[in-house]
Nanobody
Framework: QVQLVESGGGLVQAGGSLRLSCAASGRTFSRDAMGWFRQAPGKEREFVAGISWSGDSTSYADSVKGRFTISRDNAKNTAYLQMNSLKPEDTAVYYC???????????????????WGQGTQVTVSS
């Protein structure tokens, strides 16, 4: 099992930026696909971005393409989500997730992930 801890959330005005971090411990995550998901009040959890363990492949939800960037530093056992041009509709609890994969693929379904963090709140004011 890998333990995941998110950080970097907070309150920001529309148009601002935040950088979320997801620190992994317990074992190396260099062979784990990583993903970011979010859940707003009264809504279902949704996929935001994913990255393969090699870092060569990424995928984004249409709602964040061009504004968010997922990355990872395997040497630091950390994944990141850079969020720019934030909108009020980005307000949610953001979760990172990890799953070991044989091939360097991106996983976009929440049910594919076996490890989850506790989440970090992102609030974007208008």
């Amino acid at each position: 099992q890998v333990q995941l801890v998110e950080s970097g959330g907070g309150l920001v005005q529309a148009g601002g930026s935040l950088r979320l971090s997801c620190a992994a411990s317990g074992r190396t995550f260099s062979r784990d696909a990583m993903g970011w998901f979010r859940q707003a009040p009264g809504k279902e959890r949704e996929f935001v971005a994913g990255i393969s363990w090699s870092g060569d492949s990424t995928s984004y939800a249409d709602s964040v393409k061009g504004r968010f960037t997922i990355s990872r530093d395997n040497a630091k056992n950390t994944a990141y989500l850079q969020m720019n041009s934030l909108k009020p509709e980005d307000t949610a609890v953001y979760y990172c997730a990890a799953v070991r994969t044989v091939l360097p693929v991106v996983m976009t379904r929440g049910s594919s992930y076996s490890n989850w963090g506790q989440g970090t709140q992102v609030t974007v004011s208008s």
